[in-house]
DNA sequence: ATACCCATGTAAAAAGTTACATGATTAG
DNA sequence: CTAATCATGTAACTTTTTACATGGGTAT
């Protein structure tokens, strides 16, 4: 049995919620779960393709397909297979973020280049806010399904993250005026 | 003038603090910076090669070179051209997070499966606050230094960054609990 | 008509990890 | 002497993005 990557997880994952086109996957990411996740084009119809030779997933037939349009749906070893994933021990990845690395390697001179960045990156954590807050008034109409909890949940994992990020740039401000203050005195 | 990926921005910017081979330069991804960056030897020795072809660093000349050690120093240039890009606008990176991914794929059925995922993250997130406690106490010796609020700020993004992390888990355990109850009931 | 979304797919490039080959030095 | 650590480097592979080619359908 050919070795199965994360992004044909991910795909699995949105074919385990309804029958659906590379395209709608993509729509998927970009839409419920871009603030964790993301794919390109790039991945996604290879790992359908990958997918359909290992058996995990099937074309489906459809008559008169709209736009040349192809629908996918998951298979009953797929399913299988996506569920044995889910519970396994996730390793570790190396996470990356490029602020923090531009943090630490800043010094006095590079205190108005640094503000600008801590600026910017304050501004989109209240859009995130924003975005977050308008997600969770949609979610409620959904309120009786099954996936509701999971859903709401990483919701919640965007909320606490965005507010400690918040939290930290407005420190961070915060300690560039003292440093700037400590300057010219 | 050829283009500088982030990688070679990040020797560059080990570079500034002092002289060192790219051994050296491992290490200090391992150590310091490893909850927020990392870099392995594949990309490395390319980088400084690369840099050193760009006239961004130089190769220290040494007598008695320890175990064929190479030494490498950033140059005028090297230094102009970090400090122009630690200003620059960060462009958005797509952020992966397979816990959430699999928080968000979850069902009822998976609830057994979650929950050691969450239990797991719990004690890493312990484990990493700890650690960020005794690195806490290593830099106050530093206090004087330039760089020090800096370095400060890093970790203490790391201390926020793992107490919502950690409160998120505990909420997801308590959630989890809650289903069960409703599934026996 | 013409612009915009829907839709599939691939090729090339870029980014990154892993495993290996090689050898010096040091600590026990 | 031997194991661990220091140290450099490359090749193969995997992963991911970006750009492109192509064309149907729909709304103005």
Redesign the pocket.
């Known amino acids: 049995m050919g070795k199965i ?3 044909q997880y991910a795909v699995l994952g949105v074919l385990t919620r309804g029958e659906c ?4 996957i993509r729509k998927h990411f970009e839409t419920s779960v871009s603030h964790f996740w ?6 996604i ?2 790992a ?2 990958k997918l359909t030779e290992e058996g995990c997933a099937e074309e489906v037939e459809v008559m008169e397909r ?6 996918y749906r998951i298979t009953s070893e797929g399913e299988r297979r996506f569920r044995d994933w889910l519970g396994s021990p996730i390793d570790p990845v ?1 996470y ?1 973020d490029e602020l923090l690395l531009r943090t630490f390697f800043a010094g006095k001179k590079d205190i108005p280049a640094v503000r600008i960045l801590f600026e910017r990156e304050l501004a989109e954590m209240q859009q995130a806010r924003d975005a977050y807050l308008k997600q969770q008034g949609m979610l409620t109409q959904h309120d009786g399904d099954e996936e509701h909890p999971f859903l709401a949940l990483t919701l919640r994992y965007g909320e606490l993250f965005v507010e400690a990020r918040y939290a930290w740039c407005i420190e961070a401000l915060k300690l560039l005026d003292r440093l700037e203050g400590e300057n010219e005195s």
């Open positions: 990557n994360t992004t086109s590379g395209y709608d993301s794919e390109s084009y790039g991945q119809y290879p359908l393709k709209s736009r040349g349009q192809k629908r190396n990356r």
